[in-house]
């Protein structure tokens, strides 16, 4: 489980977060919803290290992550996918995939892992050696959350994955993540402006606006509530 | 014709030293994407360290490999006490680190070794090869210089194409921060950068300082030249560094043999303009795109 407590982030004078307190459960899919710039990827980034906090705490599995570096908490089991996909495009999609793999696998392993992604993603596969930079814009999202679950996380955050991509690949996508939540018992916590789709997947709901969660409650109950939907989530 | 053979070859040689030199440009800059003006000193005080030993008559190649060795330990070293404290500053602050540790290099050198002239007994015959009637500008150690750059590169390309480390090193230079997101320890990678940057600079000074009288400042033009086939070469490709040595070295070795040897820095200047006029980024470098 991800324990959140009582976290606050600033950049210099600007609070980006401030008091968000929620916890994401083993096996479910967690959406952090909220406006552009309510700090949904601030959360993310201090997670997983890649931010410093400035006060409260961040947990997962009782292990305490506050303090470690970026690449210790990866090897705890966090996969982050960033914003904008990440994919290095400088490199192949078979190195994009290894790449994730190379901290805990020997050479056999690696393969068995690899050959799983590809099973999950034939696009991939056909392109093995191929640029990741000639990969479309939703095949870059699967480069990227594939390379995240080719080091098998048990907490999986996902930084705006419909973004930019066409309504029928979101779709694929969040069912993909859906699937994954149930049959893995992955945790995922999914940052989404695309509210209506988050939701149709997630179990849990978190909203924030402006640094501060404005409500923690079950994804059904935040779809249901009309007027919380109104003011903070636009539709 | 003979003189455009024995420039052409004389190019050759001086091009593969300038593209080692140029090489370990391309990995610091690779890592951590500043320009090593300390490149050179740092060569120079390996091959000091080499001289002194062999003074002790320490086996040849036992000295080689040696200052190899001190190469990578002293350009992880100022990696881990100089750069590392400066990530996260101001670009030019590295810079000028790397220029105040080339001054301080280039003093402590002269005062622990000397400032007067010495000389480096070559690995091999430094006479001109003969065939039949006519000798050539290209010795037995100018092969070795060939094939010891050669060696040199083709570990790179291995390095970086066919190992999980080149892999990681790549990924680092790219896109840190999702290197670090996928496990990779980039921190240790940019000192991996920096020591085989090093140990790229430590053999060309072995391979420079046979030919030359050498003193504490014996690598400072051929920094300015290896800078000048580093940007021919884009500054961030390992093939680059290699093509643009060579077109460095060809260039200023018919400017030097056709126009006179005085005007080699000048050759070195024009090569510098024209490139960067005509393509900014290099020749083996992508164009960065523009974030807007």
Redesign the interface.
Known sequence: MLDVEDLSVSYGAVQALQGVTFQAREGTVTAVLGANGAGKTTLLRTV?G?VKRQSGNVSYGGVELTGLS??NI??LGI??V?EGR?V????TID?NL???T???FGRQERRSVLDEIYELFPQLAQRKRRMASTLSGGERQMLAIG?ALS?KPKLLLLDEPSLGLAPLVTAQIMALIQELARETRLTVVLVEQNVRSALSIAEEAVVINLGRVVIADTAASVAADTELRHLYLGF | MSLFINLTLNGITNGMIFAAVALGLVFIWRATHIVNFSQGSMAMFTTYIAVTLLDRHINYWLVFAAALVAGLVMGGVIEVVLIRPLRGKHALNPVIVTLGLFILLEGLAGSIFGVGNRSFPPAFSQAGLTFGHSTIAFSHFDLFILAAVVILMLGTLVLFRATNMGLRMRAAAFAPEVARLLGVRVGRILTLGWALAAVAGSLAGLLVAPTVSFSPNFMDLILVYAFTAAVVGGLDSPVGALVGGLVTGLSLSYVGGYLGSSLEPLGALAILMVVLSARPEGIFSRPAPRRV
């Not at chain 1, 290095?88 to 490199?91: A, H, K, M, P, V």
């Open positions: 997983s890649l970026v690449e990866v090897r996969s982050h960033p990440g290095i495009e400088e490199l190195e290894r790449l994730g190379l901290w805990q390379r080091s």
